[in-house]
């Protein structure tokens, strides 16, 4: 059944190749269908890869290789909690290794151009402490890192 609401991602012709690469790196993510072009269109010929549905972390997507003309932005990401340094190190350095970009603050750009926010749980319950100090600290201690070392995190909440 085709769910109700599902992200379209644009992409230049490599949408098969996206939404492979993230079925293999994150869990509960897959390739569905393929669909070739029925004929010519213009970034395109008859019988290329049109669309691609498939899942990342359960959230139901469609790849568009809609070509050259549109850009993924930092307006969208996909924001990934995790549970461990093994886990955020896994994940981080799948998209950075992968011909990826690393940004600041936990975000990273996948060989594509989609943005991601590698998060550790405890970084996000750290930034919403009910101490605001300690909020404060946790989140300048962000401000400093591009991928998140929870270590670090951790001995700000010990203070």
Known sequence: MTPKNTICLWYDGAA??????????F??????????APSDFPS????DVLTVLFTVLGIPCIGL???P???????????????????????????????????ACGWCKDKWGLNWQITPRVLTDAIAHP??????????AMMTMRKI???????VLRG
Do not use: C, M
Not at 131 to 140: K, L, Q, S, T, Y
């Open 149 to 155: 070392d929870i270590a670090t995190i951790e001995a």
């Open 44 to 47: 395109g010929k008859q019988g």
């Open 16 to 25: 098969l190749e996206a939404a492979t690469f993230y079925a293999r790196t």
């Open 69 to 103: 003309a549109f850009k993924h932005s930092e307006a969208f990401s996909f924001q990934v909690a995790t549970d461990d340094q093994a886990e955020t190190d896994r994940l981080w350095n799948a998209i950075v290794d992968n011909g990826g970009q690393e940004s």
């Open 65 to 67: 290789n809609g070509g």
């Open 131 to 140: 101490d605001p100090a300690v909020a404060r600290r946790a989140f300048e």
């Open 27 to 36: 869990p509960d993510s897959a390739v569905g269908a393929v669909f070739h």
